[in-house]
Every structure is written in structure tokens, then in C-alpha cells.
């Protein structure tokens, strides 16, 4: 199964209440709007992305697991949605839970975050994966 590599992890983190098992760390999360819980992003309405789930975040519906921001190498878009080095410093969205996207392979744009590179040769691309303000709805803080 494919894996994101991680570049420069933040060091704030938020805690956040899962809509769904999560089986291995490393997934791009999202939050869903209707019910304010964490799942494996997906291009859907109605989600934001908040993002990853770190080493060790796994569990099951109900749990609480820790995601965080930073910088890191998700999968390329194979189709016409493939980032190139022409994209660096513009937003790319999210394909799936690893992957990437321009806004041609993206159906509901669901943000990531700012391209930082694009290694062509690996088929990744670096995207600085903010961690969102959601007061209220989890618990952040700094290690």
C-alpha cells in the first residue's frame, strides 16, 4: 500500500474524534462538516482537509487520534490532474488518502495545501499541509 513520506513535521497537532477505522498512520485527513469527525480523505463535498494522521495515530470509529501539518511527499496524479514544477507555489487538492491533484483532477476541490516541489522522478509531490484552527472541535496543542 502506498505510504506518504514526510518531510517537516509540525509541532502542533490537534486531537480529533474518528468517523471511521484507520488501519495505518499516515492517511491525509479530513474533517467532515456534518458530524465533526476525522476520516481518510476522499474528494467529497463537505470536507476539510486537517491533516495527517501521525506515526502511531491508528484506531477504530469513536477513537481519538492525533493528525498534524507539515511538509510532506504525497503521491502525483497519473491523469490530466498530474502536478508539475509549473505548480510549485499554488494550492493542489486532494485524489484519495495519499494522492494529489491539479484542480482538473479534482471534481470538489478539496484543499490541501501549497505545492512546495514536484519530483518527477519519484512521482511525488511536497504540499505544506497546514493544520487547521477547528475550535471547539478538538483539542490542539504543541509537544
Known sequence: ????TRYYVSMVH???ELGEDVDRPNYLMVLKASDSKAYKATDVTGVR????NNDGAIGETGDNIIVQGGIYGFYNDTGTGALTKADIGTVCFVK?????TNSTG???LVMVGRVMDVDEASDRVYVECPIVDYSGIY?????
Do not use: A, F, L
Open 106 to 108: 479534482s471534481t470538489n
Open 139 to 143: 483539542e490542539q496543542y504543541s509537544s
Open 14 to 16: 490537534c486531537k480529533v
Open 1 to 4: 500500500m502506498p505510504d506518504i
Open 96 to 100: 484519495d488518502s495519499y494522492t494529489v
Open 49 to 52: 482537509v486537517i491533516g495527517v
